[in-house]
């Protein structure tokens, strides 16, 4: 046990007994604590298998690489249409992590085992997301911006590219557009 994740746990103002109850669960497992982002993470080896997470409405494991499980029991959830890799179980009471602990377990020993197999999930090419017709016009009439757009890292490039395609109006698209452009002409990324 983790002593900067007793201090998380004891701030909780929310879900205290379900994330206590997940902890325990994730502990049985042959797994080390530590507190990263700010939440419990649990590694196999030093990479990450599953966190402890929570939002207004619910309480969530997250698995890092939870696309390549099996979900034998449908549990998983997506986060949203981007999230490539990561999975969720969400909790809104601890009677539903005690009926779910066996699956809990076995889906925890499955992800230990893709990541000692060396299972990778294959990310979508930056060139695969739909850009907004507004960023490629900029692209195509200022060649600075593009130059500096394809100089940024390939995680970088499709945040840009997420966060422009996302509104539903061409204005709302074309004000991000003409808000971030400085950041990326210096090299940026949208959370940098």
């Known amino acids: ?28 497992c042959p797994l080390a604590e530590e507190l990263k982002w700010g939440v419990p993470c649990y590694t196999f080896h030093k990479s990450n298998i599953v966190l402890i997470h929570v939002f207004k409405e619910y309480c969530a494991l997250l698995f890092f690489k939870g696309a390549l499980l099996k979900d034998t029991h449908g549990v998983l959830i997506q986060q949203t249409e981007n999230v ?23 889906y925890i020993y499955e992800a230990i085992e893709v990541e000692k197999a060396g299972l990778k999930v294959s990310f979508k090419k930056t060139k695969e997301f739909i850009m907004s017709e507004e960023f490629q016009n900029k692209l195509d009439r200022i060649p600075a911006l593009k130059t500096a757009f394809e100089a940024l890292t390939p995680g970088r490039q499709r945040a840009y590219i997420l966060h422009f395609s996302a509104p539903k109006q061409s204005k709302t698209r074309a004000s991000r557009i003409e808000k971030c452009m400085p950041q990326i002409l210096n090299g940026k990324g949208l959370n940098d």
């Open 84 to 106: 490539q890799a990561a999975r969720q179980i969400r909790f809104t009471n601890v009677r539903e992590i005690v009926e779910l602990e066996p699956v809990l377990k076995a």
């Open 1 to 28: 046990m983790n002593p900067k994740v007793d201090v998380y746990l004891s701030k909780a103002k929310k879900w205290q007994v379900e994330l206590k109850k997940l902890r325990m669960i994730i502990l049985d």
